[in-house]
């Protein structure tokens, strides 16, 4: 094994020295056997891997933790997303999870985060299960031979879920927990199963280090690329389409999830994907559907009785099933994983009220004021107990994996845009029109499309625009393929007092949801506020 000099080979090299064997950087195929040898798996009828996460079929946020130190203890923003732990509870933990992995048959990786050499990170993973560690084979970025005889250890990722703490005496919440240490470079998972924790802590740790290290924006999105090389991201919260408005065979597909945006390039942070599959079926998701094949980890997914024919509408282990693989299982996924800087960036939100145009244009300021507050709105029968939308907010489209404050990413978007003016931010509303949920109807993906496609076509550059009277982004009074009418909400709505009256109580709802941020927001993306004075 080649080794750094640093702390972390040491402490890899203790691992390894205690554990009964280490299996380093197999193949898909060979961890797949392996995990159908231990019986921790099974085949499905299209040759794909499936397993049970057990316990925890999710994140478990509320029990991640970051080392609270002299690097962090003045720029993280702590609180219920960010929750410190002190040096000695990290140092305690560290040392029983490195035992915990003796006499034991382990499986390790040296892998990369970012596609971008110039700002990608070195991770060595080691793992309990073999299929964890396929896991980490499809979502992060495989080095070549080559590259594998000078890797050095940077970062690490020790995942045991068969270690429990202690909670009484090792400090933590509950018996699992994930522990970040920035200062050691360490992501200590223990107690779950939960393969998404690797790839979110990972990607918690390229939030803190881009815009610390490298003034790049890493952000919660998919992206594609044109053929003319223009680039396309799309930001939203789930349900709001991001997905399925970003898959398009006519455009190649950078990345499905996390990206970071340099002076020069925006890349994938990982080399693979790592999509939901209730309800997945080859017509509506051909492309996911279709990389459910051998090498791919299906997780908690169901079968027909009798048979290893996966039910996708199933859901009696959790609705978050999942399907692992890499990258290019998609047909038109570009190789390497990034593109030039973006001409377009859509903001996709699912208006529930029915109130935000179906597409509006948004200045620097709005971009700034609409990023942070990350926008959408659940509907009746998505959750027990909501009867009427529910406003949800998000910053930056994923709040809980920001160590920083999101005026500071938000920030940083304002600079790239200043940067480069001639990026075109679009906010998206693939929600209700002609009324809120239950009184209107949602807005036809067909016209979505049409419109999405019409920004990256530059087909709205010069056509008339009008502000909204209180959110104040402009709206286009023409797009082809696009009645006129559909484009202002106002006029879709048969009573246009109640539009007026709902559009000023979700305007308060903004508002209110951004008061939080607004002690270390800049005047300028205060600015942006919708009107409710009206």
Same mark, same amino acid.
């Given at each position: #094994? ?9 402490? *890899? ?47 478990? @946020? ?9 690097? !962090? *203890?003045? !720029? ?15 140092? =305690?933990?560290?040392?029983? #999870? ?8 382990? /499986? ?15 991770? !060595? ?14 979502? %992060? ?13 940077? /970062?690490?990722?020790?995942?045991? @879920? ?35 924790? #690797? ?24 992206? =594609? ?8 991201? &799309? ?28 002076? +020069?390039?925006?890349?994938? &942070? ?32 169901? %079968? ?7 039910? &996708?509408? +199933? ?20 190789? @390497? ?8 960036? &859509? ?10 145009? @179906? ?8 971009? #700034?004021?609409? %990023? ?115 484009? =202002? ?22 508002? +209110? ?11 300028? *993306? ?9």
């Amino acid at each position: #094994m080649e080794i750094g000099t640093n702390h972390i080979a040491e402490d *890899i090299l203790q691992v390894e020295s205690q554990a009964k064997k280490v299996y380093w950087n197999l193949s898909n195929q060979e961890l797949t056997q392996q995990t159908l040898d231990l019986g921790q798996g099974k085949l499905n009828d299209l040759g794909a891997l499936c397993v049970e996460t057990g316990k925890f079929t999710g994140r478990s @946020p509320k029990d991640k933790f970051i080392v609270k130190d002299d690097l !962090t *203890i003045n !720029t993280i923003d702590w609180g219920d997303v960010n929750i410190p732990i002190s040096e000695e509870i990290f140092e =305690n933990l560290y040392q029983k #999870m490195k035992d915990s992995f003796a006499n034991k048959e382990v /499986w390790a990786r040296k892998c990369y985060a970012g596609a971008d050499p110039r700002y990608q990170i070195n991770v !060595t993973v080691i793992n309990t299960r073999p299929w964890a560690n396929l896991f980490c084979n499809n979502l %992060f970025i495989t080095p070549s031979d080559e590259e594998l005889k000078n890797f050095e250890h940077e /970062w690490v990722i020790l995942q045991n @879920p068969d270690f429990e703490a202690n909670p009484a005496i090792d400090g933590t919440r509950s018996p699992n927990f994930t522990i970040v240490s920035f200062t050691k470079k360490i992501i200590l998972i223990g107690g779950s199963a939960y393969t998404g924790e #690797m790839k979110k802590g990972i990607f918690s740790v390229l939030n803190f280090i881009l815009p610390h290290e490298h003034n790049i924006l890493p952000m919660h999105c998919s992206a =594609n690329e044109g053929k003319d090389g223009d680039v396309s991201l &799309f930001f939203g919260l789930s349900g709001t389409g991001k997905t399925t408005l970003s898959a398009d065979a006519n455009r190649a597909l950078i990345g499905d999830d996390e990206h970071g945006w340099a002076d +020069n390039s925006v890349f994938n &942070f990982e080399g693979g994907c790592y999509a939901k599959v209730v309800d997945l079926s080859a017509e509506k998701e051909p492309e996911i559907y279709g990389a459910i094949k051998p090498g791919a980890l299906l997780e908690n997914v169901s %079968f027909y009785e009798k048979s290893n024919v996966v039910d &996708f509408s +199933n859901t009696n282990l959790t609705e978050n099933t999942r399907v692992a693989y890499p990258i290019d299982y998609i047909p038109n996924a570009k190789q @390497p994983s990034l593109g030039y800087i973006p001409k377009n960036i &859509f903001f996709l939100t699912c208006d529930a009220f029915g109130i935000l145009p @179906p597409i509006s244009k948004l200045t620097k300021a709005q971009a #700034m004021y609409h %990023f942070i507050s990350g926008y959408t709105a659940k509907v009746a029968g998505t959750e027990v107990g909501i009867t009427e939308p529910q406003t949800t907010f998000s910053a930056c489209f994923g709040r809980v994996f920001l160590p920083l404050h999101p005026t500071q990413y938000a920030e940083l978007l304002g600079k790239k845009l200043e940067q480069h003016p001639d990026v075109n931010v679009w906010l998206i509303n693939t929600g209700w029109t002609g009324g809120k949920f239950g009184e209107g109807k949602r807005m036809n993906l067909k016209y979505t499309r049409a419109m999405v496609n019409a920004a990256m076509r530059g087909e709205l550059d010069n056509v008339e625009y009008v502000p909204h009277a209180i959110f104040g982004v402009l709206k286009p009074q023409s797009c082809p393929g696009v009645p006129p009418e559909v484009l =202002n909400p106002r006029t879709t709505w048969t009573d246009t007092d109640a539009y007026d009256k709902q559009a000023l109580a979700l305007a308060k709802l903004f508002v +209110n949801n951004f008061k939080q941020y607004e002690d270390q927001a800049s005047e300028e *993306i205060l600015s942006a506020a919708p009107n409710i004075t009206l």
